[in-house]
């Protein structure tokens, strides 16, 4: 399994509250890919999907292995509410499965390069 960095916005968060399907919880992120991260996933063979024109790429981590380390763009580790739901450029470092799980991913770690717009500090799920 090799490891691998990709960048992109942050389209579906499911790391600061664990997604749960069919019993299965687990952390997930889906990126829309930037051009030389979508040619990564290519070459490598990754499972990908396309809307409104953009590539995106799912990465999932057991609950089992704790939430993945969050850093800032000075990467420095920060809260795990420092990642907004959506809209943050983003890179990833995720871990490429063998066998027949090749084409998935599984995500290390996330540095948030840029907040999204109008986003302001820590994300606190308190508030709503």
């Known amino acids: 399994m090799s490891d691998m960095t990709l960048t992109g916005d942050v389209v579906f968060n ?4 664990p997604d749960t399907f069919r019993g299965d919880t687990k952390y997930s992120l889906t990126i829309a890919l930037d051009k030389n991260s979508k040619k990564l996933a290519e070459k490598a063979g990754l499972k990908t999907n396309e809307y409104e024109g953009k590539t995106q790429l799912t990465s999932k981590r057991k609950v089992d292995f704790e939430a993945p380390k969050i850093f800032n763009a000075d990467k420095e580790e920060v809260s795990i509410n420092h990642l907004s739901l959506f809209g943050d450029k983003v890179t990833v470092l995720v871990q490429q499965g063998k066998g027949e799980f ?3 991913t599984y995500l290390k770690r996330i540095r948030v390069d840029e907040k999204a717009e109008g986003v ?3 994300y606190d799920p308190s508030d709503f």
């Open 14 to 17: 499911h790391v600061t509250h």
């Open 120 to 122: 302001d500090g820590d």
């Open 102 to 104: 090749s084409p998935f």
